[in-house]
């Protein structure tokens, strides 16, 4: 009968590897979503930057929600991404101002995962390091 060795260094550091090329990926893929021409919304207006954004547009503006995007490796085996401006989660999930006029939700992560399917991502890194 056959006998298995199971390298579990060897595991262990293509899947750490894997995560490391995967997180680089992701991060130039969220940041390609947020510069990208592809949010609606509801009419032109002058940004601060001085810019006329139309109907579809970006979310740059002057930066700020692109360039707090930062992320982290808190294990060998799990990352996380992070935008650090208080107003984040009106561009994540949408909102409604007190006069009751609603802006959409401009979720990059979602954007970037419609053209980067992390999953994928991941298992093509791993396979380089296996």
């Given amino acids: 009968m056959a006998s298995v060795t199971i390298f579990k260094q060897n595991i262990e550091r293509a899947l750490t590897s894997g995560l490391q090329?995967?997180?680089?990926?992701l991060n130039s893929a969220y940041t390609t979503a947020i510069e990208a021409p592809r949010y609606g919304w509801p009419g032109s207006t002058e940004r601060r930057s001085g810019e006329l954004a139309g109907t579809t547009r970006n979310i740059v503006d002057l930066g700020g929600?692109?360039?707090s995007q930062s992320v982290?490796?808190?294990n060998p085996f799990l990352a996380e991404f992070s935008w650090n401006v208080p107003y984040a989660p009106q561009i994540f999930f949408g909102?409604?101002?007190r006069?009751?006029?609603a802006f959409p939700a401009r979720n990059p992560v979602e954007e970037a995962h419609k053209?980067?399917?992390p999953?994928?991502?991941f298992a093509e890194s791993v396979r380089r390091y296996a």
Wanted: glycine share 8%.
């Fill in 99 to 101: 006069a009751g006029n």
């Fill in 65 to 67: 929600f692109r360039d």
């Fill in 115 to 117: 053209i980067t399917n």
């Fill in 72 to 74: 982290g490796i808190l």
């Fill in 119 to 121: 999953t994928e991502l």
């Fill in 21 to 25: 090329d995967t997180v680089r990926d």
């Fill in 95 to 97: 909102y409604t101002t």
